[in-house]
C-alpha cells in the first residue's frame, strides 16, 4: 500500500501537534524512557563501558595462600561422613621397643592399680 506524501505530511503534522498537547500512540505511553529527563540521562555506546573487562589497564590483584589454608565452601569436602580419608598420613620408620614396654608393665596382681567403681554408672549402663 502506498501512501500518497501529501496525506503523509498531514499525518506527521497531525502527530507532531497532539504530541504538543501530550497524547501519544499506546506503546508509548509507559516505561520510565516516557520522561522527556530521561533521554538525557542515557549515556552514548562510547561512554557506557570505555575499557572492556577482558583489556583492563591494571591488572587485578588476585589474594593467594597456601591451598591447605583456604577455606573450602563446598559442603562435600566438610561432610566428615562421606569424606572421612585420613589425608596426612606419618610413617614411624624406627622399630617398636617391645622391651621397654613389658619393662614398665606391673607383673603381680598387687602392683596393679585398684580404680573403684562408682555406685551409679555415669554412663548408665551404656
Known amino acids: 500500500m502506498v501512501v500518497p506524501e ?6 506527521v503534522q497531525a502527530r507532531n501537534a497532539l504530541y504538543k498537547v501530550g497524547i501519544k500512540e499506546p506503546w508509548f505511553w509507559s516505561g520510565s524512557w516516557t520522561n522527556p529527563d530521561f533521554l538525557h540521562f542515557l549515556p552514548s555506546g562510547h561512554e557506557y563501558r570505555k575499557v572492556a573487562p577482558g583489556s583492563q589497564l591494571v591488572k587485578a590483584k588476585v589474594p593467594h595462600d597456601h591451598p591447605s589454608l583456604v577455606y573450602d565452601i563446598k559442603y562435600h569436602v566438610r561432610d566428615y561422613r562421606r569424606n572421612n580419608i585420613w589425608k596426612a598420613r606419618t610413617v ?15 607383673l603381680t596382681p598387687k602392683e596393679l592399680k585398684e580404680v573403684p567403681i562408682p555406685a551409679m554408672m555415669p554412663t548408665r549402663g551404656y
Not at 614411624?92 to 606391673?106: E, H, Q
Open 6 to 11: 501529501k496525506l503523509m505530511t498531514q499525518l
Open 92 to 106: 614411624d620408620a624406627k622399630p617398636f621397643d617391645f622391651s621397654k614396654m613389658f619393662a614398665d608393665a606391673p
